[in-house]
């Protein structure tokens, strides 16, 4: 709300982080990765004296420079670049905490592209130990890169003691830091030695072939080992409700795990087969286990940029860029308070205010009738009063939410505004609270924003009044992700009816929702 | 105060601190940017030429535009690391307000990487083909810092940016400025003037292994610098008059500090044509350094002066929080150490291959 908003309401700023960040992630890790692979080679090649692995070796370099110099360095400034345009606040903070750390990462970047490049360019030309040892000064200012670098994500996740005592070393070595770089420095290794397979999967040397299978696998199997009770650690680090929303409570978190599972254990069969049969590994397999690794850390950052929701900085600040000190005063009136506001006033123009509230608050994570998280679709079955209700305790119905910060006025037009855009009923703020609520309402209010009435009709068919009365006492047994419906016995009672009337004949018809 | 001004972050050491950096870091991006856009300029011009000589320096130029991009991107990022913290809340809102143009500049530039690497590792093979990479390659090249200016001044600007109000999808530019096609032009023409330098000096290396090529690239390389250079005589008042009437007399004598800038810009300026029409490369780039500092000192007081009214670097709050500083300083000085090492052993193995 300090900053204005870049607004693209059926494309989103996630979609644009996603889709610069989900290469740069994969691509910056191989860069770690491959700094490592491109120094043991070398040294494996010279040792046993083997010249094809020392030709590879070399065509390998020129690769992964082109790959991760031009490409994977790119699309880091571009993460920068997206991440200030989409969600500026935070951007902001990060680089003010951490400016000494971000410019010490760049000097590592600086002897990275000196070092590379002197590797690719004195093949040959200078003595074995060395070039060897440029090598090794690349992969050491690379994995400083990833050092620096980790810190500061991780601290995105688990702020620890910083929240308190603001210390920017408190705020580095935060309790996610150590896990979390032992994660990555793994996945880079696994990464390497991927590409590896892939790029002697292209090579007419058969013999060759088969010896880069044999390190490669060797490379990768126990990382991919060793990443099993990494990933563990990292899941302890995290604070009780990130973990919480990762142990079930998102179902978009649990459908990433799922992924990334299969993803692990693919890429593990590839590997054991190739490593039983070196011979039959080919440009396939390899491609395989390439997309299989893409999908676990795809599925990795995923689950840590989601679970780190309602939060873009832990405690500090909402997704939606609100600090979280700013919350109560922005509760008694957002519009009035945000500098970038077209309106000022719900009473002015309701409709626009609508609009504004969804731009400044919901537009960082939903798109309007966009195919990102469209935030329309699930809305516009639902009444205003509904939906007005709902934005009111969105943040304790869904942990992962942040809370809506704006007064009731404000609340409904923003109600009114993803209803459709159409309210010729509204007259200016209004209290739903002291209304008396319908069952329909009841039903729209609590159920129909995540689940069609289809679904829900579905699912009880056959169900007895008293079955659908008590599932109703301990939602959250029917799925970990389904908050406990906190209503009055009273409501409990006249949802029970409701529901049961779903699967009569002469059933009422309310809102169809959506399926999550 | 402009209410649109989002209020800023505190910064964890003093300005002065910071400030330092950035002038350090963004004038050495300015010199190899330079290098970058004039190199590749100098690199399609010697397309058209069909002697060997020719074909020999535009292959040994095209060597060396990846790394300059390599550099360029890398002190870029950094200068724009130290304006953020310092002006981040211009910065960060100008930056939204054309944000779909500004995330433009990633896409081009991956393009503009990717086809330089492309002439240098296929140089022959390409043949013809190279023309029309390189001038592509140019034309992205021109495009980038363009949008630049467009930020750097929109930034200055905050009384334009209500017009966000009836364009937020990020599509607003600062095209209106006076002084933002002046200012644009001077960056260029500085940037075609120091590819010529930076052939000449490149040609320079290859003295003793190819004269002919050295004292071609030398010929061509300072007859493009000096004369160029010469044309800032016409673009550098032309951008001073386009700046504000109150700026204008401030850096003409009531600044005393951007007076003394502009004075001794000049001073060297002097001393750079003479030496840079008497073909001498090394004298001339030794001049060209500082007269760049001072050009980028003169560019942030300008800075400073055109957002005065607004905000000045003393207004940001300090959090104090040095331990952070001294390690980046170990971090550069050990850097430092290791590139020093890594170019000399590159050096050696050049030598000897020779």
């Known amino acids: 709300m300090n900053y204005p908003v870049w607004y693209l309401p059926t494309i989103g700023g ?41 030709a590879f070796n070399r065509r390998f370099a020129r690769f992964f420079v082109l790959l991760t110099l031009v490409y994977g360095s790119l699309t880091g400034v571009g993460i920068w670049f997206v991440i200030s345009l989409v969600q500026p606040g935070g951007t902001s903070l990060l680089i003010h905490q951490f400016v000494f750390a971000w410019a010490a990462e760049w000097v590592f970047f600086l002897v990275e592209i000196v070092a590379i490049s002197v590797y690719l360019y004195s093949f040959d030309r200078m003595a074995p130990a060395v070039h060897q040892a440029v090598a090794w000064i690349y992969f050491g200012a690379a994995w400083c890169s990833l050092f620096i670098i980790n810190g500061i994500i991780s601290f995105m996740l688990t702020s620890g003691s910083w929240t308190t005592d603001r210390s920017f070393w408190s705020a580095f070595f935060n309790p996610g830091f150590w896990p979390s770089l032992a994660f990555r420095t793994l996945i880079a290794i696994i990464l390497a030695g991927l590409f590896a397979l892939l790029f002697c999967s292209f090579s007419k040397d058969r013999s060759l072939r088969r010896r880069l299978v044999r390190y490669g696998c060797g490379m990768v199997l126990p990382a991919l080992l060793g990443a099993v009770p990494a990933a563990g650690w990292y899941l302890h680090s995290l604070p009780e409700p990130a973990r919480e929303l990762v142990g079930g409570g998102s179902p978009t978190i649990v459908r990433a795990l799922h992924w990334g599972g299969s993803g692990a254990i693919v890429l593990t069969l590839i590997l054991l087969f190739s490593l039983w049969q070196p011979a039959r590994h080919n440009r396939a397999l390899a491609g395989l286990a390439l997309a299989a690794a893409l999908v676990l850390m795809g599925s990795f950052e995923w689950i840590r940029e989601a679970a780190r929701r309602p939060f873009v900085v832990q405690q500090a600040m909402f997704c939606n860029g609100i600090a979280t000190a700013q919350l109560p005063q922005l509760q008694q009136g957002f519009l009035p308070a945000a500098r970038w506001s077209r309106v000022r006033q719900v009473a002015a123009d309701p409709l626009a205010a609508g609009r504004e509230l969804f731009k400044f608050q919901c537009y960082s994570c939903h798109t309007l009738d966009g195919i990102n998280n469209d935030l329309r679709q699930r809305t516009d079955a639902l009444s205003q009063e509904a939906l007005a209700g709902y934005i009111g305790g969105l943040h304790k119905a869904r942990y992962f939410m942040p809370p809506f910060a704006g007064n009731d006025g404000e609340r409904q037009a923003l109600a009114a505004f993803l209803t459709g855009g159409l309210f010729p009923a509204f007259e200016g703020p209004a209290d739903t609270q002291g209304k008396t609520l319908q069952d329909q309402f009841l039903f729209e209010q609590n159920c129909t924003l995540c689940h069609s009435t289809e679904l829900v009709r579905n699912r009880t068919a056959g169900w007895t009044k008293n079955r659908i009365r008590s599932a109703l006492d301990h939602l959250n047994r029917l799925h970990p992700a389904m908050p406990d419906y906190k209503g009055t016995p009273n409501e409990k009672d006249r949802l029970a009816d409701y529901i049961l009337r779903l699967n009569q004949p002469a059933a009422q018809q309310p809102a169809k929702g959506v399926t999550p | 105060m402009n209410p649109l001004i989002p209020l800023p972050d505190p910064i964890p050491v003093a300005w002065g601190y910071l400030l330092a950096l ?77 944000g779909s143009y500004w995330l433009a500049i990633i896409p081009l530039l991956i393009l503009a990487y990717y086809a330089l690497y492309w002439v240098d590792l296929r140089y022959r093979r390409l043949g013809r083909q190279r023309w029309l990479l390189l001038a592509g390659v140019l034309a992205l090249l021109l495009a980038v810092p363009f949008l630049f200016s467009n930020n750097m001044t929109l930034m200055l600007h905050p009384q334009r940016w209500s017009g966000y109000f009836d364009q937020d999808n990020g599509t607003l530019l600062n095209l209106a400025d006076l002084t933002l096609w002046p200012r644009y032009a001077h960056f260029i023409a500085a940037a075609l003037a120091v590819g010529g330098l930076f052939t000449a000096t490149l040609g320079r290396c290859y003295r003793s292994r190819a004269p002919e090529l050295a004292a071609y690239a030398r ?61 001498r490369v090394l004298t001339s780039l030794a001049l060209l350094v500082p007269l760049g500092c001072c050009m980028v000192a003169l560019r942030a007081w300008l800075r400073s002066a055109f957002l005065q009214p607004h905000f000045t670097l003393d207004q940001l709050q300090v959090v104090p929080q040095y331990s952070p500083l001294l390690v980046f300083v170990i971090v550069l000085l050990f850097g430092s150490a290791l590139i020093g090492w890594l170019l000399y052993q590159a050096t050696r193995a050049a030598r000897q291959d020779m």
């Open chain 2, 22 to 98: 950035l002038l350090l870091v963004f004038s050495l991006h300015l010199l190899f940017m330079n290098c970058l856009l004039g190199t590749t300029a100098v690199t399609l011009y010697l397309q058209r030429r069909s002697d060997a000589v020719a074909n020999r320096l535009a292959t040994e130029l095209s060597r060396a535009l990846p790394l300059l991009m390599a550099f360029t991107v890398n002190l870029g990022i950094a200068a724009l690391l130290f304006l953020q913290v310092l002006y981040g809340q211009f910065f960060y809102t100008s930056s939204i307000l054309m």
């Open chain 2, 219 to 279: 010929n061509l390389g300072m007859t493009l610098f000096s004369r160029l250079t010469l044309l800032q005589l016409l673009i550098g008042p032309l951008f001073l008059f386009s700046l504000p009437q109150p700026l204008r007399w401030q850096i003409l004598g009531d600044s005393p500090l951007a007076t003394l800038l502009l004075t001794t810009a000049l001073a060297l300026l002097a001393a750079l044509l003479v030496n840079a029409f008497q073909q």
């Open chain 1, 14 to 54: 996630g979609t644009l982080i996603a889709l610069i960040a989900i290469g740069h992630v994969f691509v910056a890790h191989f860069a770690v990765g491959g700094g490592l692979l491109l120094a043991l080679s070398e040294q494996l090649a010279r040792g046993r004296n083997d010249a094809g692995l020392l």
